[in-house]
């Protein structure tokens, strides 16, 4: 389902959105702050800060649908996974490492680009930090281009 | 917390951070990507153009809902919309301005023609919230000069002075000088067309190392060119993105070998031209420019509107109002003495080389060689408009209503060369050649 090459790229410097729904289904949205992928490459643990998505994580129980698009900020290369929550847990030392390697990674990106700090630090946060485990069910690449919205085979 | 107006979210619609949009499919998946530009229409709706991808469009169409995130271009802060489609439009004025802002954007980045506009979706806004800052960043340097207030008192006042001034030149200065202090705007330029309509021609400029009278722009391109083609303002407010091609954006505007450089920054971030239309017609384009971002507000769009039509209107008067004077004096005694001045004219583009060194094209290069070749003549030295108009050999019945700029040009650029060839102005209507020897003119075919 997800290569070693889509493991890497999300584990790397990239923009994460995300996207939930309730209820009624309506869309909310939240911004990940790293992403780590099991060994054999069958859950994505991303972390989110809790105070600032809060209506994003409400949705997110156990079985819920989920949507993450990851994003290379300096060339736009974009995937799209769709998957199924596993788990919505407090984020704990390991968890947090991964956050704080994703913060030291994506700043000089972004510096890179123009992005000031000031505007950065209103979502680059650890902040009542989480961990959200969800199984990847199909991955679509997104990049601007001819093959946007192609659907990766397993 | 209370809700935001959206008015009072005018950086987040600049289209500077992308935003983002997630919507629902039929079977209940979410699904989210990021989206060039959200349009603030009125505190109640927005306007998104439509190149999202196919999933997000047909969500729409099935669930009629989606949330977007829009982004603060200046601050970096977070809020969320969650909209209800209204329905879909690809004509009008605020389509219109879409287009513009997408075109000067993508062409900006490099991207010419590859991203038209083919539709925009009106969308109702049902809620808005802030998104919590959990570490607040510390606030930006704010520019200095005069407040929002204090710019809008001074637009009026500049209004009414360009509107009592009857002398085109004396209230282009006036326009800008007025610009640069009243309202804290330094990079300005005022540029006129050229008859075909295929370039702009800078008549003057303010805070530059150059004036950089008569260097050109082509017509429909960049932030000036496409303004002056679609007959609308335009203003970017940050180009920090498209760094890396500003110094391409400044090489693909200004037209090369026309031999007098464009004056314009280096790395301008915020941009701002509005097209001077009188009576239907072009007559030039106000353009400011700063090395800030969000230098230009949309209220600063709609005071320097005000001023640009009092301009327009104040041009087009003195070309109808010019008063044809009497008939010219003798020509003065020491006409024709001096050293020799070597005149070069190119009459496939009626470029005008003064030894040796480039002075100016088109109708003004064309109206210097007339003056010219009627002084070797005849020995005249002094033309009136009327005259000027009725020369056969000028041709020109097409750009009589712009006249006076052509000559205001002409005359700004050989004063700006410091040339042995000047024009004076003893009175409205009325053109004196002044040299300080004798032309020699070459005509090169």
């Known amino acids: ?154 | 917390m209370e809700s935001p107006r959206l008015r009072d979210l005018a950086a987040c619609f600049e289209g500077v951070i992308p935003s983002i949009i997630a919507t629902v499919d039929a079977d209940g998946m979410p699904n989210i990507s990021y989206l060039s530009h959200v349009h603030f229409v009125d505190d109640d709706h927005v306007a998104l153009s439509n190149q999202y991808f196919a999933k997000t469009a047909a969500n729409v169409r099935s669930r009629g809902t989606a949330t977007v995130l829009v982004v603060d271009g200046r601050s970096g802060a977070q809020f969320l919309l969650d909209l209800a489609f209204v329905r879909s439009f690809a004509e009008g004025d605020l389509f219109d301005r879409m287009s513009d802002h997408l075109d000067a954007m993508s062409a900006q980045q490099g991207m010419s023609g590859m991203m038209a506009l083919r539709g925009a979706d009106l969308y109702r806004v049902r809620h808005c919230e802030a998104v919590p800052a959990l570490n607040p960043p510390e606030a930006e340097p704010v520019h200095e000069g005069p407040d929002a207030a204090g710019r809008l008192s001074a637009a009026a006042r500049l209004a009414l002075a360009i509107g009592a001034q009857g002398d085109a030149d004396t209230a282009i200065d006036l326009a800008l000088d007025g610009i640069a202090e009243g309202m804290g705007f330094r990079h300005l330029m005022v540029l006129i067309p050229d008859p075909g309509g295929r370039r702009l021609s800078v008549l003057t400029s303010r805070g530059y190392e150059t004036l950089g009278i008569g260097s050109e722009v082509t017509m429909g391109d960049g932030v000036i060119g496409i303004a002056a083609a679609r007959r609308r303002p335009l203003r970017l407010s940050d180009l920090s993105r498209g760094r890396r091609y500003a110094a391409a954006v400044k090489e693909g505007t200004a037209i090369p070998g026309a031999g007098v450089p464009y004056p314009g920054l280096d790395a301008p971030l915020s941009q701002i031209a509005i097209p001077m239309i009188s009576r239907g017609q072009l007559v030039g384009v106000l353009f400011a420019e700063a090395p800030l971002r969000f230098a230009f507000t949309r209220e600063d769009e709609d005071a320097l509107v005000l001023i640009a039509g009092q301009l327009a209107a104040c041009i087009a008067l003195d070309e109808l109002a010019a008063p044809d004077a009497p008939a010219p004096a003798p020509p003065p005694a020491e006409a024709g003495a001096g050293p020799r001045i070597r005149v070069r004219y190119f009459p496939f583009d009626d470029s005008i080389f003064i030894d040796d060194d480039y002075l100016i094209r088109g109708v003004a290069g064309r109206l210097l060689h007339h003056f010219l070749r009627a002084h070797l003549a005849t020995g005249q030295r002094d033309f009136t408009n009327r005259e000027i108009r009725l020369a056969p050999d000028l041709r020109l019945p097409d750009v009589k209503d712009n006249l006076e700029t052509r000559l205001i040009l002409l005359r700004r650029r050989l004063d700006e060369r410091n040339a042995p060839i000047r024009l004076q102005r003893p009175e409205r209507g009325r053109l004196r050649l002044d040299l300080t020897g004798r032309p020699e003119i070459e005509v090169v075919t």
Not at chain 1, 35 to 55: E, G, I
């Open chain 1, 1 to 154: 389902m997800v290569d070693t090459a889509i493991a890497s790229f999300v584990e790397g410097a990239v923009m994460t959105i995300l996207a939930s729904r309730d209820g009624t289904f309506q869309p909310a949205i939240g911004r990940g702050v790293g992403t780590r992928c099991s060994t054999d490459r069958s859950l994505f643990d991303t972390m989110v800060s809790r105070a600032q998505w809060p209506r994003l994580l409400a949705n997110l129980g156990p079985g819920a649908p989920l949507a993450v698009t990851f994003v290379k900020p300096d060339d736009y290369r974009t995937y799209q996974v769709k998957g199924i929550v596993e788990a919505l847990v407090p984020a704990d030392a390991a968890d947090r490492d991964v956050t704080h390697a994703y913060h030291g990674r994506i700043r000089p990106v972004l510096a890179a680009l123009g992005v000031t700090a000031g505007q950065i630090s209103f979502w680059l946060t650890d902040a009542d930090l989480h961990r959200l485990r969800y199984r990847p069910t199909d991955v679509y690449v997104q990049t601007p281009g001819p093959r946007a919205g192609t659907r990766l085979e397993a």
